[in-house]
């Protein structure tokens, strides 16, 4: 299986280095509960989302859909394009993403080195989620043309299979001890799958999906939002990844309180993404009234390098009208404070 418990000495291609991504215990409560962030910007292009591009491109070739010297056609926000663009790169195809001015400007200048030909589904300037209007272009760019597929990723179940490897991950880890995994619900990929594969593992924990508000997977009302790579924005479907059986509890965090958190998070040591700010913030606020020795993972897909310009920018901040010191100053006081009982 993809993503082994041990990476090798030495590989020969960067998707060998996929997978066995570290924990990090960020905070604990007096009780003895602890908060573990599951790393997964240590993966190549530093993102979960390359897991499941080299699956949806493995389970192509098996198929027959894609052959030598092909093409993929992905709609994406950033990190999965990232992703496919190394898979491509690694294995001969020309790949095109459809994109939005929505996705941070690192994760679009990344894919174009990686060798992506990028298509902008809106190119006025604007900086709006177009998720439907993305899916909609990559899908009639790809049919009826020659060894082309569009791997559509809200709807492809390799997606999900991706993440299966992260499942065991965290019970070897773990020892198999883990009461609450939380994350962000996008594609439903990374934490239906990781919750689907860890339940033939673990059958005994609670699963909690967390969207930005303004997301309408788990109901209205629906507005626009910050957050990048997660959510279902107003016009796009759920996707079919997105299993409400394995969702115990969904929940939402607004883009002021989810990059609140990472500002403060940073100030720690670590830069997070901007969807993992609202995972995390959560899991903070959650902590301190766990059941004692509760072990609760947060799945943090990306890093905060790819957010310097937006989330960590003072003035991008601002003019959206998402600067909020005294949030960021009452995250920083109950992370320093639970962080004392390391």
């Not at 905070?27 to 790393?39: D, F, N, Y």
């Not at 899916?135 to 991706?162: K, W, Y």
Request: hydrophobic fraction near 40%; aromatic fraction near 4%; include cysteine.
């Amino acid at each position: 299986m993809p993503g082994a418990l041990q990476r090798p000495a030495v590989v020969s291609r960067i998707s060998d280095l996929i997978g066995c991504t570290p924990l990090l215990e960020l905070a604990a409560s007096e009780t003895g509960s602890r908060l573990l962030l599951k790393l997964e910007m240590f993966n190549p292009t530093g993102t979960a989302k390359i897991r499941m591009a080299r699956q949806m491109i493995l389970d192509a070739e098996e198929r027959g859909e894609l052959r030598p010297g092909g093409r993929i056609i992905e709609s994406t926000s950033g990190n999965t394009g990232l992703g496919l663009a190394v898979i491509a790169a690694e294995r001969g195809y020309t790949f095109t993403a459809v994109v939005d001015n929505h996705a941070c400007a690192d994760k679009l200048r990344g894919m174009k080195a990686l060798g992506t030909e990028l298509v902008h589904v809106i190119d006025d300037g604007t900086d709006e989620l177009a998720t439907a209007a993305r899916e909609e272009l990559a899908e009639d760019m790809a049919r009826g043309q020659h060894n082309t597929i569009f791997t559509e990723q809200h709807n492809n179940p390799s997606n999900g299979v991706g993440y299966f490897p992260v499942a065991h991950e965290l019970h070897a880890a773990l020892d198999g001890r883990l009461d609450v995994l939380i994350g962000a619900v996008g594609t439903g990929g990374a934490l239906c799958g990781t919750t689907r594969e860890l339940r033939t593992l673990i059958p005994s924990f609670t699963t909690i999906g967390v969207e930005p508000k303004g997301s309408i997977a788990f109901g209205g009302p629906a507005h626009d939002y910050y957050q990048s790579g997660t959510g279902t924005p107003e016009g796009a479907e759920i996707g079919a990844l997105v299993d409400f059986d394995l969702i115990d509890e969904g929940v939402k965090v607004g883009d002021i309180e989810a990059f609140a958190t990472c500002r403060a998070v940073a100030r720690t040591g670590l830069l997070i993404g901007g969807s993992a700010g609202g995972v995390v913030h959560e899991a903070l606020t959650r902590l301190p009234s766990l059941p004692p020795g509760t072990t609760m993972v947060a799945l943090v897909n990306d890093g905060g390098e790819k957010y310097l310009d937006t989330v960590f920018n003072d003035e991008w901040m601002q003019a959206r009208g998402l600067l909020d010191p005294p949030a960021e100053r009452e995250i920083e006081e109950l992370l320093t404070k639970l962080r004392r009982n390391r």
